[in-house]
């Protein structure tokens, strides 16, 4: 458990307080981890919901989509970001093809995450399609955020990464996707690359928080990727923000520490130990050395 600003114990948040947070309109902030110090870090930094997204396919592991991830490195990445966050919910996503062949075969993977992984909830991708498998999973015992509008995990069906509900059609089949959500348990929903009015209008139509990324200010709360936050993947999306510039941060302190070492700057003597004088008398009786290079 971490301490407050004044000392005391900072409560784990839960999916209940999330639905507090919309009731009295404090935006809800999600972040995502893929390994300890990254969740250590988002956690000291009071983030309420940290994901740990398959986007790890494409900022840690070096895939072009979420597709290649699998239920393994969810779980290992899952209980590193676990052992890093004494406060925020954890929320787990469900890989490709971990939940698409059958609700016994979602379910076993979903316990995996949470028992293996330490996960406090999962998410899963889909719309009215998946209602009945988050029903399924509520009743497990397995809490379940939503994800609909873009999914990545669909993006071959979708033709690319685009914006979702423009049309009046596609905006009400949103409409109703949420509705089927929520009535099914779901305890949140992200809304990513939504027109801001749609998810506005969806944020009110719900009584479980929206999530939204690229979906505008009017969702309950924001997700962001870690990465791009922080300036250290190879783009920025245009839902995103850089917050900081960490990427050039970290190749300028790499760059630093290369050319120490070339210049035989480091390590120093701060860096060093030493043996005894003793035994380092003893040990050049005991080996030929020639202290002449030879
Ligand atoms: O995998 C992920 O990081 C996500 C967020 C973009 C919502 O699903």
């Known amino acids: 458990m971490s301490a407050t600003p004044s000392g005391g114990p900072r409560a784990r948040v839960t999916t209940t307080d999330l639905l507090t947070m919309k009731a009295e309109g404090a935006p809800i902030v999600a972040l995502t981890a893929y390994d300890t110090p990254g969740a250590r870090l988002a956690d000291a930094a009071g983030v309420d919901v940290i994901l740990v997204g398959d986007s790890l396919g494409m900022t840690v592991l070096g895939y072009e989509s979420t597709l290649p991830v699998t239920m393994d490195d969810m779980v290992r990445a899952t209980a590193a970001v676990s052992r890093g966050v004494s ?33 406090h909830a999962v998410k899963l991708e889909g719309g009215e399609a998946v209602a009945g498998l988050v029903a399924r999973l509520v009743t497990a015992g397995i809490p379940v955020m939503a994800h609909t509008g873009l999914t990545p995990q669909s993006v071959n069906v979708f033709g690319g990464y685009r914006v979702q509900g423009r049309d009046t059609a596609g905006a009400l089949a949103l409409v109703r996707d949420c509705r089927a959500l929520e009535a099914a348990g779901a305890f949140s929903v992200v809304l990513e690359l939504v027109p801001a009015e749609l998810a506005e209008l969806v944020s009110e139509e719900l009584d479980i928080p929206t999530i939204g990324i690229g979906a505008g200010a009017g ?45 035989g700057g480091f390590p120093g003597e701060e860096q060093s130990s030493h043996l005894d004088e003793d035994v380092l008398a003893e040990l050049e009786q005991a080996l030929p050395f020639t202290g002449d290079g030879e």
């Open 87 to 119: 406060r925020a919910l954890v929320v787990a996503d469900m890989p490709f093809g971990s939940y698409q062949a059958g609700e016994d075969e979602a379910v076993r993977n979903a316990v995996r995450l949470l028992a293996e992984g330490g996960a």
């Open 219 to 263: 969702c309950d709360g924001q997700v962001q990727v870690f990465h791009d936050i922080l300036g250290i993947g190879s783009f920025v999306p245009r839902h995103a923000k850089r917050f900081a510039d960490m990427g050039s941060a970290i190749t300028a302190a790499i760059s630093a520490y290369a050319e120490e070492v070339r210049a």
